[in-house]
């Protein structure tokens, strides 16, 4: 699995665009790239993954570089409620996937006032 | 559906006592999995099942028991409870195709005194 670098921590101003950097840059072709994220004392949650193409949903967007070497959550316009600590994983999917998410350190986002 | 469900919330052991954690899920996942997470650190895998009857073991095993005989249960059973054992344990659940997509449960925060 390619190990992923995150900044420790970053804060936001409420309203605001949040985005959170990820480095990847050995990630291999099969590999996508993950983000969850977990707010204070619970469960980790899922937010959104891509392999090339950026992705959207309800949550967040994903924006991959073209050598997908790096890529960039985006929380458009962030809240109180979305200070968390954010992760970003790189894994492969389908059926060769076993499942073993490697959560690194992850990037603590303050969402302020 | 409730999702996956952790019991109990909190727990304190005395060293060298013994007790199962309890986890359910009710979306007919293939795979599951159990995480702790020390104070200020990312989530380390500590056993994983593909599907009843089978389990694996993950980055740190030493001192829990896993079994998975229905798909529905995965308990996690400390053997002889150690202070280093002190933690919060999550567990997570995904169809086995989409393992990079893990619904959490809300975690058990376990002390050992």
């Known amino acids: 699995d390619a190990k992923t670098t995150q900044p420790t921590s970053m804060d936001c101003a409420e309203g605001r665009a949040a985005n959170l950097p990820c480095n990847h840059s050995?990630?291999?072709?099969?590999?996508?790239v993950y983000w969850y994220r977990q707010i204070h004392s619970q469960g980790p949650q899922y937010i959104i993954h891509?392999?090339?193409n950026n992705e959207t949903n309800e949550m967040a967007s994903l924006i991959i570089t073209e050598d997908r070497k790096s890529s960039t959550l985006i929380l458009p316009h962030a809240t109180l409620r979305d200070t968390a600590v954010y992760y970003c994983i790189a894994d492969v999917e389908g059926s060769s996937n076993t499942g073993k998410l490697i959560f690194g350190q992850g990037t603590t986002l303050q969402v302020k006032p | 559906n409730a999702g996956v469900t952790q019991t109990p919330k909190f727990q304190v052991l005395k060293t060298g006592q013994s007790m199962t954690l309890q986890c359910a899920q009710d979306?007919?996942?293939?795979?599951m999995s159990w995480y702790r997470q020390d104070p200020g650190m990312g989530l380390r895998l500590i056993h994983y099942?593909?599907?009843?009857?089978?389990?694996d073991q993950g980055e740190v095993p030493n001192g829990y028991n896993v079994s998975r005989s229905t798909t529905e249960d995965f308990p996690l059973r400390l053997l002889s409870a150690a202070p280093s054992q002190t933690s919060v344990y999550f567990c997570?659940?995904?169809?086995?195709?989409?393992?990079?997509?893990?619904?959490f449960g809300p975690g058990t925060r376990l002390t050992v005194l």
């Open positions: 099942s593909v599907g009843a009857g089978i389990t």
């Open positions: 997570a659940s995904s169809y086995i195709g989409r393992a990079g997509r893990q619904f």
């Open positions: 979306m007919n996942h293939e795979y």
């Open positions: 050995t990630i291999s072709g099969n590999e996508y």
């Open positions: 891509g392999l090339k």
